[in-house]
T-cell receptor, first 116, second 111 residues
C-alpha cells in the first residue's frame, strides 16, 4: 500500500515555543493532505485540509494562526504549532489519499506532542 | 450538521464473532470506511462501502444501508490481536476527499 511518513514521532517542547511536524507521501504524489488531532481515548478530529500550492482549509474552531500549514510540494505538508501550550499536547496525524478505487486515506505514523 | 455514532466499548471472547454498529447523519454521502487503530499507532484501513450490501474481506466484513444511514463491521474468529479501536468514517459529498470519523469503538478480546 501507499506510504505516508511523519516526523518527528515524539516531541517534547517548552510552553511558548513552536514545533514543526512534517508529513511526506513517499511513493505517490498527494495534492491534498489532511491533518487530524487525537486526544487520549478519543477519535480523530479533522483540523485542516492541506492543498498543494494554496492555502489550507481549516475546520471550524481550529485557529489558523496557531496551526500553520504549508503544502509546498506534492509530497510534503508541514504543520507548525506556534506558541505551544500544554493544552496543545496531543497526537497529531497526517493523511493523504492516493488515486485508488476507494480513495481511502493512508495515515502517517503520528506525532505525539508534549508541551511542558 | 454531521453526526457519526458508534458504541464506546465492547468486549468479546477469543474465537467468537462481534458486530460493531455505526449510524451516521452527514451532509452528503460518498462512501463509508472502517479503520482499525491500536493504541498509540496510526489507523489502518479495513474496509470501504459505497453501495448497499455486504463487503467481505477475510475475517472482516462490512455492511452498508444508505437509506438507514447504518453500517456494521463484523469480525469473525476473533483473535487477541483484534483488541483495538475500530473507527467508522464517512466521506461527504464535498470536495477534497476528507473523512469525518466517529468516536471509535474500543474492542477488548478476552481469552
Amino acid at each position: 500500500g501507499a506510504v505516508v511518513s511523519q516526523h518527528p514521532s515524539w516531541v517534547i517542547c517548552k510552553s511558548g515555543t513552536s514545533v514543526k511536524i512534517e508529513c511526506r507521501s513517499l511513493d505517490f504524489q498527494a495534492t491534498t493532505m489532511f491533518w487530524y488531532r487525537q486526544f487520549p481515548k478519543q477519535s480523530l478530529m479533522l483540523m485542516a485540509t492541506s492543498n498543494e500550492g494554496s492555502k489550507a482549509t481549516y475546520e471550524q474552531g481550529v485557529e489558523k494562526d496557531k496551526f500553520l500549514i504549508n503544502h509546498a510540494s506534492l509530497t510534503l505538508s508541514t504543520l507548525t504549532v506556534t506558541s505551544a501550550h500544554p493544552e496543545d499536547s496531543s497526537f497529531y496525524i497526517c493523511s493523504a489519499s492516493k488515486e485508488t478505487n476507494t480513495g481511502e486515506l493512508f495515515f502517517g505514523e503520528g506525532s505525539r506532542l508534549t508541551v511542558l | 450538521g454531521q453526526n457519526i455514532d458508534q458504541p464506546t466499548e465492547m468486549t468479546a471472547t477469543e474465537g467468537a464473532i462481534v458486530q460493531i454498529n455505526c449510524t451516521y447523519q452527514t451532509s452528503g454521502f460518498n462512501g463509508l470506511f472502517w479503520y482499525q487503530q491500536h493504541a498509540g499507532e496510526a489507523p489502518t484501513f479495513l474496509s470501504y462501502n459505497v453501495l448497499d450490501g455486504l463487503e467481505e474481506k477475510g475475517r472482516f466484513s462490512s455492511f452498508l444501508s444508505r437509506s438507514k444511514g447504518y453500517s456494521y463491521l463484523l469480525l469473525k474468529e476473533l483473535q487477541m490481536k483484534d483488541s483495538a479501536s475500530y473507527l467508522c468514517a464517512v466521506r461527504g459529498s464535498g470536495g477534497y476527499n476528507k473523512l469525518i470519523f466517529g468516536a471509535g469503538t474500543r474492542l477488548a478480546v478476552h481469552p
